[in-house]
T-cell receptor, first 112, second 117 residues
């Protein structure tokens, strides 16, 4: 069955380190998204991509970057992790501009 | 800019009671989509329902129903005869419909529902 996966599911890192969170989908969806979930804020959009080589900034993009080299993957990189980036990160994908987004299981990141 | 407000932060009910979750949204678009997602204690986000702005017909799907009122910018969600397994955080979300906007979602802050046996 087609699915969307994230790895690692849990990560502990130190302030200043570079961290990459993986997202992989097998639906062949064009659109992929990264959100972070914090208490009291719901989910907020970090970056998104509408296809290979396309990336766009979302509402809370500072300190994060993404790259899209193929349809299946959209890795999220924290260039220099900060304690404020401790959060739960969700990846999502959708088939087109008006399709429903389906979410991965999430990655819980702790920055010490 | 889009905004979604879920004024209820937490609702506690006894099993078999009905639960209604409020959602109020703001958008300048005339065409948009509204969603409800469920996040059970296990943490994943599960898609529940989707409604297009040009279709105000309210529907029922099993124990779920929703009331979309464009005039008041509200998209309320009801769980009938609640069960313990309905305990979760429920998110309302909004996306623009224009091709340029893609389908970026704006989420409300979520409502935690606790169903007690």
């Amino acid at each position: 069955d087609a699915e969307i996966t994230q790895s690692p599911r849990h990560k502990i890192t130190e302030t200043g380190r570079q961290v990459t969170l993986a997202c992989h989908q097998t639906w062949n969806h064009n659109n992929m998204f990264w959100y972070r979930q914090d208490l009291g804020h719901g989910l907020r959009l970090i970056h998104y991509s509408y296809g290979v080589q396309d990336t766009n900034k979302g509402e809370v993009s500072d300190g994060y970057s993404v790259s899209r080299s193929n349809t299946e993957d959209l890795p999220l990189t924290l260039e220099s992790a900060a304690s404020s980036q401790t959060s739960v990160y969700f990846c999502a994908s959708s088939g087109g501009g008006r399709e429903t987004q389906y979410f991965g299981p999430g990655t819980r990141l702790l920055v010490l | 800019a889009q905004k979604v407000t879920q004024a209820q932060t937490e609702i506690s009910v006894v099993e078999k009671e009905d639960v209604t979750l409020d959602c109020v949204y703001e958008t300048r678009d005339t065409t948009y989509y509204l969603f409800w997602y469920k996040q059970p204690p296990s943490g994943e986000l599960v898609f529940l329902i989707r409604r297009n702005s040009f279709d105000e017909q309210n529907e029922i799907s099993g124990r779920y129903s929703w009331n979309f009122q464009k005039s008041t910018s509200s998209f309320n969600f009801t769980i009938t005869a609640s069960q313990v397994v309905d305990s979760a955080v429920y998110f309302c979300a909004l996306s623009e419909a224009s091709k340029a906007a893609g389908n970026k979602l704006t989420f409300g802050g979520g409502t935690r529902v606790l169903v007690k046996p």
